[in-house]
C-alpha cells in the first residue's frame, strides 16, 4: 500500500477547500451536504481524537494536522493527543472523546465510542469519490439521458480496481451507472466482470467518457484517447493520474485532495445522529 508523504499533504487545506467549491460546483452540494445525504448522518457535537501513531513507517509529518484541520474545518471539534499509540488511545478515551481517528502503514480508520461503528478510508475514500461523480452526472453528460442505463454515452470507466476502487465501483452499482472497467493487472479485472456486472475497457474500442474514477498509485493512467472536452475526472490516486496539459486541453474538471475528502466521508460513516 501506498503511503502518504509530507509532500503529498504540503498543500492539503487548500485542496480541501478549492474541491469543496469545485464538487459544489458538480453536484451542487458541498462537501459535508454530500456525505451528509450519501450516509444519512450529521454530526452531534462529538469530540474527535487523533492518536498519532509510530508504528511500521512512524508519524508522517503534518498527517494528525491535516485531519485536525478537516475536523474543524467542517465546524467540528478534536484535538490531537499529546501521546502517540496505546498511550494516546489512552488519552483520548480518558479526556472523553467521542470518535477515535487513527492510522498506521495499513489501515486509516474511524471509530466511534459510543455506538461502535468502525469505518475504513479506502472504503470511505472510494465511496465518497464515486458519489461526487454519480451527482455530477447532469453536469458532465449534458443532454444525454442520464436514466437509461445501458446508454454507453454516460458510461462511466472506472480505473484501479483496488481497495478504493472496488468500493467505488459498487457505490456506481447501487447508484445503477452503466459502468467500463481498467485495470493494468488483468487477472484483477477478469475476477472483477465475473463478480460485477461491468464490462471491460478495450482501448481498441476508441471509446470515450464524461466521467472517469480512478484509484491507482501512478501518473498517466488516463490517456487522451478516453478524454472528451469537459470530462470530469474522481480521483483519490496519488500522485494524479491525469497529465496538466490534458486537464488544459480538455478542459477536464479533476476532484483530487490527498485526505480530507476521504476523512469526512469517514466521520459521517461513524456518526450516530440520523437525518431525515
Ligand atoms: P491498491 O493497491 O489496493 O489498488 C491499486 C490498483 O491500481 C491495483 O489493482 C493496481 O493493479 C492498479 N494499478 C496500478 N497501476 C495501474 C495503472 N498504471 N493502470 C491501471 N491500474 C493500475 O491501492 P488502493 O488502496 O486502492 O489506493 C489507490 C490509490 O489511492 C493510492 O495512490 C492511494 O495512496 C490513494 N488513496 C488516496 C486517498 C485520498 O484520500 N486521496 C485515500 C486512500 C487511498
Ligand atoms: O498513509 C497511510 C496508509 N497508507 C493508510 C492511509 C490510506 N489513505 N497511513 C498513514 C500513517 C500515519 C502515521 N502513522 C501517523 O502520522 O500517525
Do not use: W
Amino acid at each position: 500500500m501506498a503511503l502518504l508523504t509530507p509532500d503529498d499533504l504540503a498543500d492539503m487545506t487548500n485542496a480541501l477547500i478549492k474541491n469543496d467549491c469545485l464538487i459544489q460546483e458538480l453536484t451542487t452540494y458541498s462537501l459535508d451536504g454530500l456525505c451528509r445525504k450519501v450516509y444519512g448522518t450529521a454530526p452531534g457535537n462529538e469530540m474527535i481524537a487523533i492518536v498519532p501513531v509510530t508504528a511500521g513507517n512512524g508519524i508522517i509529518g503534518s498527517f494528525s494536522e491535516s485531519l485536525l484541520f478537516t475536523v474543524k474545518h467542517f465546524g467540528m471539534n478534536g484535538f490531537i493527543t499529546e501521546n502517540t499509540d496505546v498511550a494516546g488511545y489512552y488519552e483520548a478515551v480518558t479526556a472523553g472523546a467521542d470518535i477515535v481517528l487513527m492510522a498506521d502503514d495499513l489501515a486509516y480508520i474511524a471509530h466511534n465510542l459510543r455506538n461502535g461503528k468502525i469505518a475504513h478510508n479506502q472504503v470511505c475514500t472510494g465511496r465518497i469519490y464515486a458519489e461526487i461523480l454519480c451527482h455530477a452526472a447532469d453536469f458532465a453528460d449534458g443532454d444525454i439521458d442520464n436514466d437509461n442505463i445501458d446508454n454507453d454515452e454516460n458510461a462511466l470507466l472506472v480505473i484501479g480496481l483496488g481497495k478504493v476502487g472496488t468500493p467505488a465501483l459498487e457505490t456506481f452499482l447501487n447508484e445503477k451507472q452503466n459502468i467500463y472497467v481498467f485495470d493494468v493487472d488483468s487477472k484483477r479485472v477478469d475476477e472483477i466482470v465475473l463478480h460485477y456486472p461491468v464490462k471491460k475497457y478495450d482501448p481498441k474500442d476508441g471509446k470515450t467518457f464524461s466521467r472517469i474514477f480512478e484509484a491507482t498509485p501512478c501518473a498517466d493512467t488516463i490517456s487522451e484517447s478516453v478524454l472528451r472536452e469537459n470530462s470530469v475526472v474522481s480521483t483519490p490516486g496519488i500522485p494524479c493520474g491525469i497529465s496538466g496539459e490534458l486537464i488544459e486541453k480538455y478542459s477536464v474538471r479533476v476532484v483530487l485532495e490527498p485526505l480530507g475528502i476521504g476523512t469526512l466521508s469517514m466521520l459521517y460513516a461513524v456518526f450516530d445522529f440520523r437525518v431525515a
